[in-house]
């Protein structure tokens, strides 16, 4: 059975440092990776995603997550952190061989950035 | 603005009772996802449908069902409704059933009394 761990239930950094939220997964076959965010009363919106190729993937919002495949972790960091990144942040896992896409998501991390 | 569009927005009704929940794909998508969100569960898939067609289905109870339309847009539909439903529950498209990106709806939150 495929699953996601995000290992920190919250993250907190400075405005201008660079962030990391961690998620690993555990799936048979080869892994299709997501980043979500979700703001307070909002549906979740797709930052990035893993399918293929270069490990170092580029998302929205200066965003971008490294697959590591012997670590089985797909981290999103981001260079220098602005206070408007504050969310609930979502990594999710599926398979090519899931016909039907089912969808795991990790259990969140909420990301805090101070002023 | 994803595109997606889910209603009601909010939703009381008493235990026991039955509701239905709308959403409306993006323009052109035809893969509707929906998705259960708690704070005890968090994120739970519970079904796929793909151009009127049950795709794959995940943690979805007896007592819920869904269907896509010809229109492509796609009801759940909760009956015998427990306190324990209450949640938000999502509606997400995609281009195609092999199509990765998600879009999700507002969501609806349904509280149960």
């Known amino acids: 059975a495929q699953s996601v761990a995000q290992p920190e239930d919250q993250v907190n950094v400075a405005e201008g440092n660079p962030l990391t939220v961690k998620c690993t997964y555990s799936?048979?076959?080869?892994?299709?990776l997501f980043w979500y965010v979700q703001y307070p009363n909002r549906g979740l919106q797709f930052l990035l995603k893993?399918?293929?190729?270069?490990?170092l993937v580029k998302g929205s919002y200066g965003f971008e997550a490294e697959f590591n495949k012997s670590q089985t972790s797909f981290h999103l960091k981001k260079p220098s952190a602005l206070v408007s990144d504050s969310a609930l942040y979502f990594c999710?896992?599926?398979?090519?061989?899931?016909?039907?896409?089912?969808?795991?998501f990790g259990p969140g991390t909420r990301l805090s950035v101070l002023p | 603005d994803s595109g997606v569009t889910q209603t009601p927005k909010h939703l009381i009704t008493a235990t026991g009772q039955r509701v239905t929940l709308r959403c409306s794909p993006r323009?052109?998508?035809?893969?509707v996802y929906w998705y259960q969100q708690s704070l005890d569960q968090g994120l739970q898939f519970l079904i796929q449908?793909?151009?009127?067609?049950?795709?794959a289905k995940g943690n979805i109870l007896e007592r819920f069902s869904a269907q896509q339309f010809p229109d492509l847009h796609s009801e759940l539909n909760l009956s015998s409704l427990e306190l324990g439903d209450s949640a938000l529950y999502f509606c997400?498209?995609?281009?195609?059933?092999?199509?990765?990106?998600?879009?999700f709806g507002p969501g609806t939150r349904l509280t149960v009394t």
């Open positions: 999710a896992v599926t398979t090519r061989d899931n016909y039907g896409q089912n969808f795991v």
């Open positions: 997400a498209s995609s281009v195609t059933d092999s199509s990765y990106e998600q879009y």
């Open positions: 893993y399918i293929t190729g270069d490990n």
């Open positions: 799936v048979s076959g080869n892994p299709y």
């Open positions: 449908y793909y151009n009127g067609e049950e795709r």
């Open positions: 323009s052109g998508d035809l893969s």
